[in-house]
Structures are given as C-alpha cells and as structure tokens.
C-alpha cells in the first residue's frame, strides 16, 4: 500500500518560514520523482516545484528563489523549504510521486497571513 504522508504545514506572518516533509513508503521511493503541488480555494491545483530521480529540480516561476525541494532518498523524504512566504503562497500543498503511476499525498494547509 503506497502512502505519501505530508507533513509541516500552519499558520506563518509575511516574510517567514515553513518546512514542509512528505514521507513515502510502498514505493521504490529512489526512482520517483517528487513533486510538491498546491491549490488555493477557487483555482487549479499547480505544480510548485519537482525534483527528479537524479535530483534536477524544477520550480514555478512565482517561487523561483523562495522554495526549495530536497529529498533523502535514504528517508524516503522529500521536504519543501519555503522562505520569504507571501499571502498568496496560501494554499493547500499536496505530496505526489510520479513515475508511471502518480500517487499524492492528502495535503497540509499552509495560512500566510499577518
């Protein structure tokens, strides 16, 4: 059975920080590749930023210099640093692993608000 189970979500100022961590099991979690996603009420779920079996990343152009993804293979983690948060980073943020089947996670609220 294959469970993402995301993880560091809450309430942050303007200007502050989150960690979030999306911990995997039943999956050869080394050979996915890992994307975090997000949906604010009212939109599409978009993609925020990815990271490859091979550890190329790849990141939305509205958090470019703000987010960083990162994984310990050794963990079967993947961890979205979130830095200088703004209201509209807002959303709930979603675990997905991708391959030829995509599994998520159930999400965790991030609030950005003063």
């Known amino acids: 059975q294959v469970q993402l189970v995301e993880s560091g979500g809450g309430l942050v100022q303007p200007g502050g920080s989150l960690r979030l961590s999306c911990a995997a099991s039943?999956?050869?979690?080394?050979?996915?590749?890992m994307n975090w996603y997000r949906q604010a009420p009212g939109k599409q779920r978009e993609l925020v930023a990815a990271i490859t079996s091979g550890r190329s990343t790849n990141y939305a152009e509205s958090v470019k210099g703000r987010f960083t993804i990162s994984r310990d293979n050794a963990l079967k983690t993947v961890y979205l640093q979130m830095n200088n948060l703004k209201p509209e980073d807002t959303a709930v943020y979603y675990c997905?692993?991708?391959?030829?089947?995509?599994?998520w996670g159930q999400g965790t609220q991030v609030t950005v608000s003063s």
């Open positions: 039943g999956i050869v979690f080394s050979i996915y590749a």
């Open positions: 997905n692993a991708a391959r030829v089947t995509s599994y």
